[in-house]
């Protein structure tokens, strides 16, 4: 069993920064609830835009609200033409984190939050059209490609493989796109929700809040991670490669991405749901190296250190072998996190007092000023 955590000092952990009626994250028998739902139970049994609306509006929806709700989303995925044109100035060789951020800055000035009564309708326009900023920047600059970023798909995630591929998407893939969305959907005070709130907390609009946890979850400690996993992964050619070369990252004290956290002590919930998708995407394309590498690297990280896949590592090879390119990987994260900081924001607007903490002073005593001539 993992030790626990000294939960004080650095990196506030262990501190109550606040309430939130949203989720729970490692409390005894629920690794992870959203508004009282076991994740697993919404990954085995619910659409994302389910999940979406339970976060947004509050209660599930009835099937009626829920097409209503998936009707209006479509009806709102394409890009303005402006924000198209700022896309294609964005070079090829940008971060699509940075892609990101800045599709999500520039709506904010071609359709402005002017009120908070405007917040939910802001959502779900951010939540319809992120895809689009994603897959129409990577195809205009990849492939030349000015894309249709509307499509007839049924689900958000479907929507993305589309644009991302330019054909209808399998049942499997829009199946896993599904579940992978709901497990990224929301996680309590993680680094970029609690930059969200901060920024929400001075009364800011919603477009700098997503704008600001999006710089905070490219980072690869949090949802970078990813990506970052990937590209360990397939640097091995078999699980005996990946064993001895996780042994000498370990000994020259590396950190190994996808794996740890900042609350869960034993496991993340979300990795067994996850993983076990992978493992069928695997059998799908007949994998017989990525799959057993993870699966070498996971086991190498429990024996050595008690240390477990988080969220992002299965994603990893999952992602891959939907034929996503590595660098979408984070942005993907983003579509869906959208719903969990943006229902963190309205949290915070409802109760609101600005988010401002102390500092303990470790400087130089208080000293005598000199002149820039006596110096
Ligand atoms: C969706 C998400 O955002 S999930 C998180 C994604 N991030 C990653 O996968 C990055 C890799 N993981 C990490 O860097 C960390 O585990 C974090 C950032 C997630 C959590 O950080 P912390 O809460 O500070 O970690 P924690 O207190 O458990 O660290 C305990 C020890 O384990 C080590 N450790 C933790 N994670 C790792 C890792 N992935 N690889 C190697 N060592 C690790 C730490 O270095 C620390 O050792 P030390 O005491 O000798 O310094
Ligand atoms: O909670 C965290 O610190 C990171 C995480 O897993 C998430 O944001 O999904």
């Not at 709700?69 to 090829?92: H, N, S, T």
């Not at 309708?121 to 994603?134: G, H, I, N, Y």
């Not at 579509?335 to 900081?341: A, D, V």
């Amino acid at each position: 069993m993992a030790e626990a955590k000294v939960l004080s000092g650095a990196g506030l952990r262990g501190q109550v920064a606040g309430q939130t009626a949203l989720s729970t994250v490692g409390q005894a028998g629920a690794g992870l609830t959203y508004r009282g739902y076991d994740v697993r139970d919404l990954a085995a049994g619910a659409e994302f835009e389910e999940v979406a609306y339970l976060l947004l509006y509050g209660e599930l929806p009835s099937k009626a609200e829920l097409a209503d709700y998936k009707r209006k989303l479509k009806g709102l995925r394409d890009l303005p033409q402006a924000l198209k044109e700022v896309l294609e100035r964005i070079p090829r060789d940008a971060h699509p984190m940075d892609v990101m951020r800045t599709g999500c800055s520039v709506l904010g000035t071609l359709e402005p939050e002017l009120t908070f009564d405007a917040q939910r309708e802001k959502t779900d326009r951010l939540l319809a059209l992120f895809p689009a900023v994603m897959c129409y920047w990577y195809r205009f600059t990849h492939h030349g490609v000015r894309i249709d970023c509307t499509s007839d798909e049924d689900t958000l995630g479907g929507h993305f493989l589309h644009l991302l591929h330019g054909k209808k998407p399998s049942a499997l893939h829009v199946k896993v796109m599904n579940v992978s969305l709901i497990l990224y959907a929301e996680h309590e005070f993680n680094a970029s929700t609690f930059t969200a709130r901060v920024c929400a907390s001075t009364l800011s609009d919603l477009y700098s809040c997503v704008t600001a946890a999006i710089g905070s979850l490219r980072g690869p400690l949090h949802g970078g991670a990813n990506e970052a996993a990937m590209e360990l992964i397939e640097r091995f050619q078999t699980p005996q490669e990946a064993t001895a070369e996780l042994l000498r990252m370990l000994e020259r004290k590396d950190k190994i991405m996808g794996f740890g956290h900042a609350i869960y002590k034993e496991s993340d919930p979300r990795n067994e749901v996850i993983k076990g998708w992978a493992k069928q995407l695997a059998d799908e394309v007949g994998d017989k190296v990525l799959y057993p590498v993870s699966e070498a690297i996971d086991k190498t990280m429990w024996e050595q250190k008690r240390l477990f896949p988080n969220a992002d590592f299965y994603h990893a090879s999952a992602y891959h072998f939907m034929g996503i390119p590595t660098k979408l990987f984070t942005p993907i994260f983003v579509c869906s996190r959208l719903t969990g900081w943006a229902a963190h924001v309205f949290e915070q607007r409802a109760n609101n007092r600005i988010i401002r903490p102390s500092a303990e002073y470790v400087g130089v005593e208080q000293r005598q000023f000199v002149p820039i001539e006596q110096r």
